[in-house]
């Protein structure tokens, strides 16, 4: 049975290197795409002359605001026209700014995710197979209070639908800890997981008269997140 949970393991090592692999080759095409546009780029000089407008809109609204409180009553000043430019040219000002750090770095996703892969794969899996291996249960503990105390691991665990960290930090503790009256207990948490390396580890704690690991899942039920 600890066979098929080092299977399981080393499928989601694969997954986890295949999504570095991926990013890896997101990034370089993302480089050299960038490098060859930089050489033909043509520098964009429209924001400068957008900011230019708004501006001088700005400063003649200014002045025009001034030289209305000392106009005789009766001159119409266009004070709303000047408004209703400087919204209209702030608009398009406000939107460039706000997108521009997306716009100058495209690669941000796929360095997160390659970040997230590797950091799942080292602080994880890798010392979880190594646990498995040795049976060593005090390793699993150990893992169990990563999953608990590390924030970025947990949060790049559930990002890239590896499980829920809290039950899957559960399952490991219930592993390590195990006694004979656990046996419900085992079946309920098995239920609710969807992890598949650590549903085959924590069923290698039944008896004949548990469910077996089918490579599935034991239950419809469970959080959706978990694979």
Sequence with gaps: MKGDTIIEIDRRIKRLQAEIDIAEANLRRIEEFGARAKSLKVKDYSIYYLAGMLLWFTIGLVIIVFISKRSPSGVAIPTGLYILMIVAFSVPLIYYLLTREKKEEPGREFLERERMARLVLKAFYEPLKRAVESDDRKALETLAEELLNNPSLASAIERLGE??????????????????????????????????????????????SGKGYNGEGVSDTGEEDEV
């Design 163 to 208: 499980g829920n960290p809290k039950l899957m930090a559960y399952g490991l503790l219930l592993y390590a800890r195990f006694e004979r009256n656990l046996v419900d207990e085992v079946k309920e948490t098995i239920a609710r997981l969807h992890n598949k390396p650590l549903k085959a580890l924590l069923t290698t704690l039944l008896d004949g």
